[in-house]
């Protein structure tokens, strides 16, 4: 295997521990605002790009690992409001934050989260992605957030051929794009496998549109998502 390949491997794994690790700092802050609580799927939209290419191998050749939600590309409020989780999360004596996680893992237990995933290829990349990696993709994902208690059920798979979407340059396309495609409810994680992803990033994710007063108007969060590059799926052979 070529040292740029395993260099990639490397850094993904060390991305998905972090992930993880991450997702348990704020998951006291969540549940320590109760307000808040809804908000825990901003962990499942940004942190599931952990897992792009938890595989051996991804469909395409090796590319920088980057993530289009970082300092340098998210959005103005996206890092306020990962900062305020953050701050909320150190909050408290560590023995009190302690005692917290373990109420919350008993009363809990585990968490599942229903995924859609879409694949969106432009016609001349559409047959680069085979039938069988979307469920290679949900076997990487569950193996990677086993550790957490956390299990991810495959509810569909849809496929679209469109040039325009695939490339998610326009913020207006994007959206009409998950207008068009988004299933499920607000709970429901809608993940975007785009095959030319713009920006040269592995993928991006938004936060979930906050609800109020119980509205559920898919038209309020059809937003909510994680765009990803196709391509790091698992190659199967």
Known sequence: MQPQVVQ???????????????YHRFIL???????????????????SLGLLAAASESSSPPKPFDCGTTTEHASEDFLKTV??????SKSGSSAARAALAARDAAATGPINVDAIFHIVATSAAKSSITNNMPSSQLTA???AYKPYNIQFNLINVTWTTNDT?????????????????????????NLYFQTDL??????????????????????????DGCNINAHTMPAVA
């Open 141 to 143: 994902l569950n193996a």
């Open 83 to 88: 900062q305020a989780l953050h701050d909320k």
């Open 8 to 22: 990639i491997r490397n850094n993904i794994k060390t991305f998905i521990l972090t992930a993880g690790q991450t």
């Open 165 to 189: 979407w695939a490339t998610g340059a326009n913020p207006a396309d994007d959206l009409a794009m998950k207008q068009s495609l988004r299933q499920g409810s607000y709970k429901t994680l």
């Open 29 to 47: 802050a969540f549940h320590a605002t109760p307000t808040l609580a809804p908000m825990r799927s901003i962990l499942l939209l940004t942190f």
């Open 198 to 223: 713009s920006g040269s990033v592995l993928g991006r994710c938004t936060l979930p549109s906050a609800i109020a007063n119980g509205k559920t108007d898919p038209t309020v969060y059809a937003n």
